[in-house]
């Protein structure tokens, strides 16, 4: 196994290049054995063939492609199958073009349905095969990591330690502990990853250090210089190292170019959905016989005001401007299925085509919950830095029940990364959406309560007779953490 881990990236490189290499064979093996062209030596062969290879490896890229040991086996399933799904679209439309030619068809004809289905079919299975397959080569690989959780709090433990504990196959929880624990730096060196959340700023610096001096994984979450330093690039002043952020919002040529690609895709949109739309309209109004469409003031760009466009998901009466908690009996048998797969956001296509959204950006929250968040958060109205959006990355990576703040650091993600490519990227990852509907609907609930221990602590227990593992109580005052000697020191540590 040691030799094994070794060479790990080169195990999962192989992998990689035999998953391809397959969905390759399997497409241009049944086309051609109905177009024996596409198997001999010639230029149009070769074009398709670069077509398919090229556009696979660029969506895949799109999509998050074969994270083997990084995410989970349903997520590569979803991101590979996407990928695969519209590389073959593609490159079978070129295909049909291509076979317009004197020797072949002499007129276009997209023909062969049943045999891009077949490809489909055999791509996805073998799609699934190499998820679960990778992934359990490299988990055999790699034992799970031992990780410390650090934090300032219970409420903030009960925060991360769900979303750790979801990935178990990586991670392996073996202390849970305040910042100020006195045995602090003794946890850290007995774990391989150390996960930092809502830990004090000049704690956390020192932390940072410490981990990185003694070779340990770190995982923290962002505070806002962390933000600021995402549009920063290094710069060398004579002789001086900076680093360089210049703040600033879309370029003049930005915001052309979005406004165009918003018309265009608006535009597109509403031709392609309007069959979806009718339906959805009929079945609204066939339920109740209330109104189809929900119009909210929500802010967009400078925190101007306008109405934002929904399917009604809701009961008319007794529907108030709150968010949507767990089996909310406000929402029609309907209104699940649309919230479920996102349907009752389509109307919004109305909001882009008029210029008060874009197809991209932040996403639009309602006034109240605006100035709510703005109280606890001052840092949330620099969202109205540009336009509000359909989608983004708080709504694909989101759920409902996301927290403003990690709503807030995603969409600052989106604004100082900011670039069309990154737009396009967005959009196309958008129908991941449709795919994991059921969590990203996850409604606001009270999560599972956890305490603060530590694998000594759960040792000595399991010693004494008292079972494998408990947990200690959180303990409101505890000594300052200080780094042991020779290492980097902090000054001006905030008490616990």
């Not at 750790?164 to 045995?183: A, F, N, S």
């Not at 995982?219 to 900076?242: A, H, Q, W």
Request: glycine share 6%; proline share 4%.
């Amino acid at each position: 196994m040691k030799i094994l881990k070794k060479f790990q990236k080169t195990i999962v490189l192989l992998l990689k290049l035999l998953l391809f290499f397959c969905l390759f064979c399997i497409f241009f093996l049944i086309f051609g054995n109905e177009n024996e062209w596409l198997l001999r030596p010639s230029r149009t062969a070769a074009i398709t063939m670069l077509t398919f290879a090229v556009l696979g490896i660029a969506l895949m890229s799109v999509y998050g492609g074969y994270k083997i040991g990084i995410l989970k086996s349903k997520p590569i399933i979803h991101s590979m199958t996407l990928a695969t799904f519209f590389t073959d679209i593609i490159t079978h439309l070129q295909l049909c073009i291509m076979n317009t030619n004197a020797a072949n068809n002499q007129t276009f004809r997209y023909e062969d349905v049943h045999l891009l289905l077949l490809v489909m079919l055999l791509q996805f299975v073998v799609i699934v095969f190499f998820a679960y397959f990778g992934n359990y080569v490299f988990f055999t690989i790699n034992s799970p990591e031992k990780c410390c959780v650090v934090t300032s709090s219970k409420y903030a433990l009960n925060n991360i330690v769900p979303k750790i504990r979801k990935y178990k196959k990586q991670y392996r929880i073996t202390d849970m502990v305040l910042y100020t624990d006195e045995h602090l730096f003794d946890i850290i060196n007995r774990s391989d990853t150390v996960f930092l959340y809502d830990v004090p700023m000049p704690t956390r610096t020192m932390l940072i250090e410490y981990c990185y001096a003694n070779n340990k994984n770190i995982y923290y979450n962002f505070e806002m210089c962390d933000v600021v330093s995402l549009r920063g690039r290094t710069s060398i002043l004579d002789d001086k190292p900076l680093v360089a952020a210049q703040v600033g919002g879309l370029t003049a040529e930005q915001t052309i170019l979005k406004r165009a690609m918003d018309l265009i895709i608006s535009a597109l949109a509403l031709v392609v959905t309007s069959p979806i739309m009718l339906a959805c309209a009929i079945a609204i109004k066939a339920e109740d016989g209330g109104k189809v469409f929900f119009r909210q003031k929500r802010a967009t760009l400078g925190g101007k005001i306008f109405e934002v466009y929904k399917f009604r998901t809701m009961r008319e009466a007794g529907s108030v401007n709150r968010s949507v908690t767990e089996d909310d009996d406000r929402i029609t048998r309907v209104g699940r299925v649309l919230r479920k797969f996102r349907i009752d956001e389509l109307p919004q296509i109305i909001n882009i085509f008029k210029g008060e959204m874009s197809v991209v950006g932040p996403r639009p929250e309602m006034i109240e919950n605006v100035d709510e968040y703005t109280k606890e958060l001052p840092e949330f109205s620099y969202r109205l830095r540009v336009k509000a959006g359909l989608t983004g990355y708080a709504q694909i990576m989101g759920k409902y029940n996301t927290s403003p703040k990690d709503k807030l650091v995603m969409d600052l993600m989106y604004i100082e990364h900011y670039s069309i490519w990154g737009d396009i990227k967005l959009i196309l990852q958008t129908f991941t959406v449709f795919l994991k509907a059921s969590d990203s609907t996850e409604a606001f609930k009270h999560g599972e309560d956890f305490d603060f221990f530590t694998s000594c602590e759960a040792q000595t227990n399991e010693q004494d007779g008292e079972g494998e593992e408990t947990t200690a109580p959180a303990q409101e005052e505890l000594p300052e953490a200080q780094p042991p000697e020779g290492t980097i020191e902090e000054t001006n540590t905030p008490e616990a």
